[in-house]
C-alpha cells in the first residue's frame, strides 16, 4: 500500500539492488536487513528465481530492496534466459547496487563481467564482502583489494548476513545513497508479494532442501487453490510440478514419506508467516520440459513482462 509522508528534506528512499553470483547469500542478506523471512534461501543455485521486492523503513528513510537471481553466465534453458533477463533488468531500476562476493582472494570469469555490467549501469555500488565471519580478518582484505581492482565502489562493507554481523554499517551506507524522497510504502509494508505467492516459494524451498541435486532445478510450485476458511484456519492445495516422471517418484518418496516431510516442513513457515493454522495438501505432477515452454513459464509466474519500477 502506498504512503506519503509529510515533505522532510532528510527522509531518503529508494531501491537497493542485491546483485552477485549464485549462492553468495543474496536472500540471507536481504531477510536479515528487514528482520523477516520473505525470499527462500537454500545451498543450491537458482534458489531466487524472481525479482523479490522487500521494504524496510527507519526514521531516516525506506529501502526497498529488490533481490535477483544469481547472475548466471549462460542461459541453459528459457528458464535461465528469464533469470539472466531479471537480474540485468533489475539494475536498471537501481538507487544503489550491493553487490555481493565472497571473501576469497581472486575473481572468476563472473566477476569481472559483473563488474563490467556495474560500470556500465552508471549506478553508485556497495561491495558487500558476504561471509566474512568465516575467514581471518586478513582474508577479508585481500578480498575487498581484488574485487576493489575491479571496480571502485562507493563504498565497501565486510558482512555476515547469516549471522546479522556489521548490517547497521551497511544499512547506513545504503541510506546515504539513496536520494532524498517520499515514503513510497506505509511502515507496516514489508513486501509487495502477496500470500499465495509467498506459501508457493516456501513449499519450493522445503523441496530444494530435502531432494536431490538432480531434482530441485525441474521443480515449480502451483498453488492450486488459496481460500480463507476463517480467521483461525487457511485450506491450501498445491501442485509440485516436475519434468520427468522419475522425479515424481523421487518427490513423493517411499510411501509418500518425502512429500509429507515437504508438506510438514513446509507447513509451519507458512502458519508462522501468516498468524494463521494451515491445512495443506501437495500434489506431484510431470509436465516435460517445461523449463524451455514460454507458457509454462508465465503460468508459473516467470514472466518478463511483470518486472519494472512501481513509482
Known amino acids: 500500500m502506498m504512503g506519503e509522508i509529510k515533505a522532510n528534506e ?6 537497493a539492488v542485491i546483485l ?3 549462492n553468495v547469500g543474496k536472500s540471507t542478506l536481504m531477510n536479515h536487513l528487514i528482520g523477516q523471512k520473505i525470499a527462500i534461501t537454500s545451498r543450491k543455485p537458482q534458489t531466487t528465481r524472481g525479482r523479490i521486492e522487500t521494504v524496510l523503513t527507519t526514521k531516516e528513510g525506506q529501502v526497498i530492496f529488490l533481490d535477483t537471481p544469481g547472475m548466471l553466465r549462460k542461459a541453459g534453458n528459457k528458464l535461465g534466459e528469464y533469470l539472466i533477463d531479471v537480474s540485468r533488468s533489475t539494475l536498471d531500476d537501481a538507487d544503489v547496487v550491493l553487490w555481493l562476493v565472497e571473501p576469497r582472494p581472486y575473481a572468476g570469469e563472473g566477476d569481472r563481467e559483473i563488474a563490467e555490467l556495474l560500470k556500465k549501469s552508471g549506478r553508485p555500488v556497495i561491495l558487500v564482502v558476504n561471509k566474512a565471519d ?3 580478518k586478513a582474508q577479508v582484505a585481500a578480498a575487498i583489494e581484488v574485487f576493489e581492482k575491479l571496480l571502485t565502489p562507493a563504498e565497501t562493507v565486510a558482512v555476515s548476513a547469516l549471522r546479522g554481523q556489521n548490517l547497521d554499517e551497511l544499512l547506513s551506507a545504503i541510506l546515504r545513497h ?3 524522497g517520499p515514503q ?3 511502515e507496516d509494508t514489508v513486501t509487495n508479494e502477496n500470500l499465495r505467492d ?3 516459494e516456501i513449499i519450493r524451498e522445503k523441496a530444494l532442501r530435502a531432494l536431490n541435486e538432480e531434482v530441485p532445478h525441474g521443480i515449480a510450485v502451483l498453488i492450486d487453490t488459496y481460500k480463507e476458511r476463517d480467521e483461525r484456519l487457511t485450506d491450501i492445495e498445491a501442485s509440485i510440478v516436475c519434468e520427468k516422471p522419475s522425479h515424481k517418484g523421487i518427490i513423493i518418496g517411499k510411501g509418500g514419506a518425502m512429500l509429507k516431510k515437504i508438506g510438514q516442513t513446509a507447513r509451519v513457515d507458512i502458519e508462522e508467516l501468516t498468524g494463521k493454522k494451515v491445512f495443506l495438501k501437495l500434489f506431484v505432477k510431470v509436465r516435460k520440459n517445461w523449463r524451455d515452454n514460454e507458457g509454462e513459464l508465465r503460468s508459473f509466474g516467470y514472466d518478463r513482462r511483470k518486472h519494472g519500477r512501481k513509482d
Request: aromatic fraction near 20%.
Open 184 to 186: 513510497y510504502y506505509d
Open 198 to 200: 509467498l506459501a508457493a
Open 178 to 180: 539513496l536520494p532524498v
Open 10 to 15: 532528510s527522509f531518503r528512499s529508494g531501491y
Open 20 to 22: 552477485g553470483r549464485p
Open 134 to 136: 568465516t575467514v581471518e
